[in-house]
C-alpha cells in the first residue's frame, strides 16, 4: 500500500502483483487542510490521520501496512565514492564516513546506503548513494500513520519512489544511456531526480511548488484561495476568466525554471554527464497550463506527463479519470511497489 502524504493532499494507491505484472485494486485522494503539511513537515498531526483514516474507509481498503516516504530539508541524499569493499565492511563503516557529508549530528539520523551496480570497476573505487533522514522526521511520519490506526513499514524518499514508478512504466521507453530528469512538482516543493538507467545519479528538493501559482494569482487579482486554484489550473473562477491569469502563471513558471536550471547546472559541473536528454514532469502542478511546453523549449529535452499507471492493469477504476489524475499518483505507486526489507 503506497501512502504519499502531500501539502495538499494524501494519495493512496493499493497494487496487486500477478507475476511480473501488477493490478490496481484501490487510488484515492483526501485534501488536507492548509498548511497541514509544510515543506514535508507535519504541523497538524490530527488532520492528518483524520484525513488518512478517510481515505482508506472511503476507498474501502482493509490492509493496514503502508510504505510511505518523506522529502524535504531533513532529508540528505549523496552519492559518494568510497574504496571497494565488501557489504559487511561498508555495513560497519558507513556511519564513520557519513559524518563527513551530513550536516546533522550522527546521532539524529536514520541512515541507509545502496551500492551501485558495476561502480567497482574503475581504480578500486565504488559509488555509493547514501541517505540520510532526521529520526524525528521518521518519528512524525511513522506516529501520524500508528495514529491513523495503520501500520507504516517501509519509510522511502520521494525521489526513489518516483523512480519506482518511473521504471516500471518506462524501462523499455529509455535507452540505458539515456540522461532522465524526472521533476514531481508538488504543492510546496519540488523533488527532482536525475537518473541513467537505472542509477539516481543527482536528486534534489527545492522549497517551491505549486501554492507559489496559487498564491501570486491570489494577490495580484484579489482572489480567494479557492478562485485562485481554479485559475491556476485553468478554469474559470467567479468573478474571474482564465485568460486573467495567462501571464501570471506564465511569470510563475519561468521562476521555477530558473530552479530548476540551477539544478541542471550544479549537476552538470559534478557529474561525468553534461546533459538532460528527457524530462518527465510529475506531481500534482505537472499540468499547470503552458508548463510544460515551456520547459521543453526552455531545456530543449523532450518533456512529457509521467503516467505511473501506463503499465498497470486497472482494474475496476474509471480509466479517465485515471488519466486526468495519473501525474499526482506518481509517488503513491512508486511506494505501493515496495516491499519490506527491498
Known amino acids: 500500500m503506497g501512502l504519499d502524504l502531500g501539502s495538499h493532499s494524501i494519495k493512496l494507491v493499493e497494487l496487486k502483483q500477478k507475476g511480473k505484472a501488477f493490478e490496481l485494486v484501490s487510488f484515492g485522494i483526501q485534501p488536507l487542510p492548509p498548511e497541514a503539511i509544510v515543506e514535508g513537515a507535519i504541523m497538524d498531526s490530527s488532520a492528518v490521520a483524520e484525513a488518512i483514516d478517510t481515505l482508506f474507509v472511503n476507498n474501502n481498503v482493509k490492509r493496514p501496512e503502508v510504505a510511505t516516504s518523506v522529502s524535504g530539508g531533513s532529508v540528505i541524499v549523496k552519492k559518494i565514492s568510497l574504496p571497494a569493499m565488501s557489504e559487511d565492511e561498508l555495513a560497519e563503516s558507513i556511519r564513520w564516513e557519513a559524518e563527513q557529508y551530513i550536516p546533522f549530528p550522527i546521532d539524529e539520523v536514520n541512515l541507509d546506503h545502496k551500492i551501485l551496480k558495476g561502480s567497482a570497476a574503475e581504480g578500486g573505487m565504488m559509488d555509493i548513494i547514501l541517505v540520510a533522514v532526521k529520526k524525528d522526521m521518521i518519528g512524525f511520519y511513522?506516529?501520524?500513520?500508528?495514529?491513523?490506526?495503520?501500520?507504516?513499514?517501509?519509510?522511502?524518499?520521494?525521489?526513489?519512489?518516483?523512480?519506482?514508478?518511473?521504471?516500471?512504466?518506462?524501462?523499455?521507453?529509455?535507452?540505458?544511456?539515456?540522461?532522465?530528469?524526472?521533476?514531481?512538482?508538488?504543492?510546496?516543493l519540488i523533488n527532482m531526480n536525475i537518473v541513467q538507467g537505472e542509477i539516481s545519479l543527482f536528486t534534489r528538493d527545492i522549497s517551491t511548488g505549486g501554492n507559489l501559482y496559487t498564491e501570486t494569482i491570489q494577490r495580484e487579482l484579489n482572489l480567494s484561495r479557492e478562485n485562485a486554484e481554479n485559475l491556476k489550473r485553468g478554469v474559470a473562477a467567479e468573478g474571474a476568466e482564465p485568460a486573467s491569469a495567462?501571464?501570471?502563471?506564465?511569470?510563475?513558471?519561468?521562476?521555477?525554471?530558473?530552479?530548476?536550471?540551477?539544478?541542471?547546472?550544479?549537476?552538470?559541473?559534478?557529474?561525468?554527464?553534461?546533459?538532460?536528454?528527457?524530462?518527465?514532469?510529475?506531481?500534482?502542478?505537472?499540468?499547470?497550463?503552458?508548463?510544460?511546453?515551456?520547459?521543453?523549449?526552455?531545456?530543449?529535452?523532450?518533456?512529457?506527463?509521467?503516467?505511473p499507471f501506463k503499465n498497470i492493469k486497472l482494474g475496476n477504476i474509471d480509466a479517465d479519470y485515471l488519466h486526468d489524475v495519473a501525474p499526482i499518483a506518481t509517488v503513491a505507486v512508486g511506494l505501493a511497489l515496495r516491499k519490506v526489507g527491498d
Open 246 to 307: 495567462t501571464s501570471i502563471i506564465q511569470g510563475v513558471t519561468e521562476d521555477i525554471a530558473v530552479d530548476v536550471q540551477r539544478t541542471f547546472d550544479f549537476f552538470k559541473a559534478t557529474s561525468t554527464e553534461e546533459r538532460v536528454d528527457r524530462i518527465y514532469l510529475a506531481g500534482g502542478s505537472a499540468k499547470i497550463p503552458g508548463l510544460q511546453q515551456y520547459f521543453q523549449e526552455k531545456f530543449n529535452a523532450p518533456t512529457e506527463l509521467l503516467n
Open 142 to 188: 511513522a506516529n501520524v500513520i500508528t495514529q491513523a490506526g495503520k501500520r507504516p513499514m517501509v519509510v522511502d524518499v520521494d525521489a526513489f519512489a518516483i523512480q519506482n514508478g518511473f521504471e516500471l512504466n518506462y524501462k523499455g521507453d529509455v535507452q540505458p544511456n539515456e540522461v532522465i530528469a524526472l521533476i514531481n512538482i508538488g504543492a510546496s
